[in-house]
């Protein structure tokens, strides 16, 4: 980024210019819930840990979303738990530079223009929760920033960050979206601790699937 953002809020409105004007004009989702502990508070679920603002959340594909796109698990979820990935804005750090990073160290591809790297297609839009905790007595401001990108043809997935406690892959067709969206919303059915995390990340899910079906049908008129 050329800008002087102070980069410390979850929407930061010179780096959403910055996005929007080097992507277009995006959409911008605001919500705001209620949750409770253990979510943001306890192990595994504090998503604003160490000054984190934000999130990036890449949806990576080979060639067609329709076809496939990336699906993550770590060692800690409950079984058979899979979503796309994403990963936490550090403190002072830009939107896109946490998404350079953290392709890096998820999947050990580098992102750039060269057939072997990985490219960057779309910025898809943003998700601006304010999340109400009840054991906090305060709100706590978060964003989930989610990019459209392209896996190379022949690439292997190489986890470099063994702290991100990675567990497995799994390829599925975007409009199965949807049902993902579905199984994190019920999570609490099968794990109740998790309920919170699972609605939390349903969203974005949702709307990614949403966004990625408005790229997929051809504009009228």
């Excluded at 080097?22 to 998503?47: N, T």
């Excluded at 943003?126 to 964003?143: I, Q």
């Excluded at 960050?161 to 099968?190: F, K, M, N």
Aim: hydrophobic share 45%.
């Amino acid at each position: 980024m050329t800008n002087h953002a102070p980069l410390s809020v979850a929407v930061e409105p010179a780096e959403w210019a910055v996005l929007t004007a080097k992507w277009g004009a995006r959409p911008l989702v605001e919500l705001a819930s209620a949750v409770d502990h253990p979510f943001l508070s306890g192990e595994h679920q504090e998503l604003v840990r160490n000054g984190r603002r934000a999130e990036i959340c890449y949806v990576m594909h080979g060639g067609d979303p329709a076809q496939g796109v990336l699906l993550q698990s770590k060692r800690y979820y409950p079984d058979d738990c899979y979503r796309l990935p994403t990963g936490g804005v550090n403190s002072g750090e830009a939107i896109e530079e946490t998404l350079v990073r953290e392709i890096y160290e998820e999947t050990g591809l580098t992102v750039g223009m060269a057939a072997t790297e990985v490219r960057v297609e779309a910025f898809l839009g943003a998700v601006h929760y304010r999340l109400f905790h009840r054991l906090w007595g305060r709100t706590a401001d978060f964003a989930t920033y989610a990019f459209l990108v392209r896996m190379p043809a022949g690439a292997e997935l190489d986890p470099q960050d063994e702290e991100e406690q990675l567990a497995g892959w799994r390829w599925l067709p975007a409009p199965e979206l949807v049902h993902i969206a579905g199984a994190l919303d019920s999570l609490h059915l099968r794990a109740a601790e998790w309920g919170d995390w699972g609605r939390f990340r349903a969203i974005a899910h949702q709307q990614v699937h949403q966004w990625l079906a408005a790229r997929a049908t051809p504009a009228s008129g």
